[in-house]
């Protein structure tokens, strides 16, 4: 069965310091997983994929498939990236996203 | 990006009333788009799966005679929430695939009054 899990429902920070999301995946092939980032009032959106291998925004995730993670880090947070974050993987092109269930990103100033 | 709307965002109705939701890929097509439900403080849950011209294919424990979809052209997927109960209300998002990535709609938020 396909799962995600976010084990920190809110994680606060303050700015400047590094920032750790964590997100732990059980899938029996070989998943895509991604970034989702919700901010106030706005539309869920992509924030990166593994298979991009880029980071966005100053956030970077690698895929670990030995710990079956995928962890979001940032090393300097900024009061701008307060936002929900969802991690979510897929099993393959076009099939549907399992998400967990979002951890909420306070950076205080 | 590409951009998916959804209409209406929001939705007041009566128990017993149908309520209609659309999906719609403003700048591309797309032959599947997804249909999630979002309970409060929770994370989003696959309803169903629709596909263009075909039948949607629901997830387990999805009522598909209460939820709706339909998937007439490749801009537009509806979903129907039938014979609304309180218990139906909760925030409503559509996802659309443009075929490298899934983008979504801003969501629909219906209480069932």
């Known amino acids: 069965a396909q799962r995600v899990t976010q084990p920190e429902k809110l994680l606060s920070v303050f700015k400047g310091a590094p920032v750790e999301l964590k997100c732990n995946y059980s899938?029996?092939?070989?998943?895509?997983l991604f970034w989702y980032v919700q901010y106030s009032r706005q539309r869920l959106q992509l924030l990166l994929r593994h298979i991009s291998r880029e980071s966005i925004k100053g956030f970077t995730a690698d895929l670990n498939k030995g710990e079956t993670s995928f962890h979001l880090k940032k090393p300097f947070a900024q009061e701008e990236d307060s936002a929900m974050y969802y991690c979510?993987?897929?099993?393959?092109?076009?099939?549907?996203?399992?998400f967990g269930k979002g951890t909420r990103l306070s950076v205080i100033a | 990006g590409a951009v998916v709307s959804q209409h209406p965002s929001r939705v007041i109705c009566k128990s017993g009333t149908s309520v209609k939701i659309e999906c719609r890929s403003l700048d591309f097509q797309a032959t599947t788009m997804f249909w999630y439900r979002q309970f409060p403080k929770q994370s989003l849950m696959l309803m169903a799966t629709?596909?263009?011209?075909?039948?949607?294919?629901?997830e387990q424990g999805v009522e598909k005679d209460k939820f709706l979809i339909n998937h007439a052209s490749l801009t537009l997927s509806t979903l129907t929430v039938t014979s609304a109960h309180p218990e139906d209300s909760s925030f409503y998002i559509c996802s659309a695939f443009t075929g490298t990535e899934a983008f979504f709609g801003q969501g629909t938020r219906l209480t069932v009054v």
């Open positions: 629709s596909n263009e011209g075909s039948k949607a294919t629901y």
């Open positions: 979510a993987l897929a099993g393959g092109l076009g099939t549907p996203l399992v």
């Open positions: 899938y029996s092939g070989s998943p895509e």
